[in-house]
């Protein structure tokens, strides 16, 4: 019962951390603004950071489901425990730095928060029991879309860093590293599809290359890789949704 209404009392937080955050209120620049100033060759089109509303949503309903009297004991909300309350805080310290331009302590906690929701997923995913059909909705599927976005904003956050930092040691080129980097994700999203049963991560690693490779049609080397990467997620996704319904 305890973690229960403390799980409902951190998305609260969470919530309104970020709302201040989304509105300028922390620092008086919102987070879109400050990262649009450091413009990256990994930063997808404004539009696509809308997807922070579905992963807020479905954590909405999470914690709805988490907080219901069958959910006390047993099954996946367990299994969540106190990682979602740390999480929570881990969330809210990135956006608070963030928002203050703090980039280098942001990235320590973001990656943080990467292993905090990687471990998530091999707790919620690993279970020797099957899932019920609540669990697989409301709680599996809810972090592994969390999850996957975070694994793709690290990279982003990561360029966004080194480019506050005008760092000049590409070596390739910014545009080629962005291009393997796409690369990277989608493989990664295919290894947590085809390995990990995650229908969900290739989908919003195909989400932000399209986004990516929209906001830089100019860039050929960007834009074509996207136009490759963004298929073959998709297949990946198609996949792994037909072998987790077969299941």
Same mark, same amino acid.
Not at 38 to 52: C, D, E
Not at 97 to 103: C, E, I, Q
Not at 214 to 227: C, G, H, M, S
């Given at each position: 019962?305890?973690?229960?209404?403390?799980?409902?009392?951190?998305?609260?937080?969470?919530?309104?951390? @970020? /709302?201040? /955050?989304? /509105?300028?209120?922390?620092?008086?620049?919102?987070?879109?603004?400050?990262?649009?100033?450091?413009?990256?060759?990994?930063?997808?089109? %404004?539009?696509?950071?809308?997807?922070?509303?579905?992963?807020?949503?479905?954590?909405?309903?999470?914690?709805?489901?988490?907080?219901?009297?069958?959910?006390?004991?047993?099954?996946?909300?367990?299994?969540?425990?106190?990682?979602?309350?740390? @999480?929570?805080?881990? %969330?809210?310290?990135?956006?608070?730095?963030?928002? +203050?331009?703090?980039?280098?302590?942001?990235?320590?906690?973001?990656?943080?928060?990467?292993? %905090?929701?990687?471990?998530?997923?091999?707790?919620?995913?690993?279970?020797?029991?099957? !899932?019920?059909?609540?669990?697989?909705?409301?709680?599996? *599927?809810?972090?592994?879309?969390?999850?996957?976005?975070?694994?793709?904003?690290?990279?982003?956050?990561?360029?966004?860093?080194? $480019?506050?930092?005008?760092?000049?040691? *590409?070596?390739?080129?910014?545009?080629? *590293?962005?291009?393997?980097?796409?690369?990277?994700?989608? /493989?990664?999203?295919?290894?947590?599809?085809?390995?990990?049963?995650?229908?969900?991560?290739?989908?919003?690693?195909?989400?932000?290359?399209?986004?990516?490779?929209?906001?830089?049609?100019?860039?050929?080397?960007?834009?074509?890789?996207?136009?490759? !990467? #963004?298929?073959?997620?998709?297949?990946? $996704?198609? #996949?792994?949704? +037909?072998?987790?319904?077969?299941?």
């Amino acid at each position: 019962m305890t973690r229960q209404i403390l799980n409902v009392a951190v998305l609260l937080v969470v919530l309104w951390f @970020n /709302a201040m /955050a989304g /509105a300028g209120t922390l620092s008086g620049e919102s987070i879109g603004l400050i990262a649009n100033r450091y413009t990256s060759f990994f930063l997808p089109a %404004n539009y696509v950071f809308g997807i922070w509303s579905l992963i807020y949503l479905a954590l909405v309903a999470f914690t709805v489901y988490q907080a219901l009297p069958a959910q006390r004991s047993g099954g996946a909300a367990e299994r969540v425990g106190w990682w979602w309350a740390v @999480n929570g805080l881990l %969330n809210i310290g990135w956006v608070v730095l963030f928002s +203050f331009s703090l980039f280098g302590p942001a990235m320590v906690l973001m990656a943080c928060l990467l292993v %905090n929701l990687a471990v998530l997923h091999v707790r919620i995913a690993d279970s020797p029991e099957p !899932m019920s059909l609540g669990d697989r909705t409301f709680v599996a *599927w809810v972090f592994d879309l969390y999850f996957a976005w975070i694994s793709v904003a690290i990279i982003a956050n990561t360029f966004q860093y080194v $480019t506050f930092l005008e760092w000049g040691g *590409w070596v390739l080129g910014a545009e080629a *590293w962005s291009a393997v980097m796409m690369a990277v994700a989608t /493989a990664f999203g295919g290894f947590m599809a085809i390995r990990r049963g995650s229908w969900i991560f290739p989908l919003v690693v195909v989400w932000a290359v399209f986004g990516i490779g929209d906001r830089f049609q100019e860039v050929p080397l960007i834009l074509w890789t996207a136009y490759l !990467m #963004v298929p073959v997620g998709l297949v990946l $996704t198609a #996949v792994s949704a +037909f072998r987790t319904r077969s299941v």
